[in-house]
């Protein structure tokens, strides 16, 4: 463990002096959601590879690039890609991006992913504004010896997803003219998508949407006393009763199309934190 927080210690100030700013907003695209980086007016561009410490993204879409700029007029750091625990990664690597987040001082975390909706109300193409979520994963980043400097050892989740950050959103979409769901959000492990049986299961306990990301990021970020707002694009809605396949490229496809309507909220939000 000491070797690991030294690790984040060191890859934070590797950031710091190499892009000379200190943001403290810190964003986190998921699968067909990095051309929202587009958006940021970037004063430096690093490749995970190229940075100490860093893992590396092996999933289709996701770039695998660190931005640092401005957005709306506020300083940002944006994660163009990020890791899972499908590609082999544990809970620690998967949040290591949060943990430098933290080191080099961001205090709001505005996180997006790619879902599968499970609210027969949903249509594709959907934004949801994450309320609460369900690991279901089976694993958490907070396993093992506490590091006393990143939170306390039993962090309270009863509002992981700040309430004001909530409004924000919906008051964005709103003035932009755009509607927006809210709901539960369920984390699996993946990458294996969800059969017709486990989309019941998590329909009978009230999850809206279903994905392989956010959760492990979102349990490190409220560890690391951040406010949290969670977007999640609806990329096809599941049907038990009438499955039907879906295809990466569909996913992305769609997520790619709703990143404007994405950003129009980004935006909104940035203008008044």
Do not use: C
Request: proline residues 6%; charged residues 20%; aromatic residues 6%.
């Amino acid at each position: 463990m000491t070797d690991i927080l030294d690790h984040f210690i060191e890859t934070a100030e590797w950031i710091k002096s190499t892009v000379g700013a200190t943001p403290e907003i810190g964003m986190l695209t998921g699968t067909g959601l990095g051309g929202l980086v587009a958006a940021v007016a970037a004063e430096a561009e690093l490749d995970y590879r190229d940075i100490p410490h860093f893992p590396i993204s092996t999933v289709q879409s996701h770039r695998g690039r660190m931005m640092v700029g401005t957005l709306e007029g506020k300083p940002i750091l944006v994660m163009q890609g990020r890791f899972h625990l499908y590609e082999g990664y544990s809970p620690l690597e998967v949040t290591f991006p949060i943990r430098v987040m933290q080191q080099m001082g961001v205090s709001h975390l505005i996180i997006s992913n790619a879902a599968g909706g499970l609210n027969p109300v949903y249509r594709p193409g959907d934004l949801m504004i994450i309320t609460d979520h369900i690991n279901l994963t089976g694993t958490n980043p907070l396993v093992g010896p506490n590091v006393e400097q990143w939170g306390i050892r039993f962090p309270d989740m009863t509002a992981a997803y700040d309430k004001q950050m909530i409004e924000l959103a919906e008051t964005a979409a709103r003035d932009n003219g755009l509607g927006i769901r809210k709901g539960v959000y369920a984390g699996l492990t993946g990458p294996s998508l969800e059969t017709p049986a486990e989309v019941r299961f998590l329909q009978a306990i009230h999850a809206d949407a279903v994905g392989f990301s956010t959760i492990q990021e979102v349990i490190a970020a409220v560890h690391g006393r951040m406010k949290i707002l969670g977007l999640s694009t609806i990329t096809n809605v599941h049907n038990p009763d009438a499955p039907a396949p879906a295809t990466v490229d569909e996913i992305i496809e769609v997520a790619t199309a709703a990143v404007p309507n994405l950003e129009k909220v980004i935006r909104g939000v940035l203008k008044e934190i």
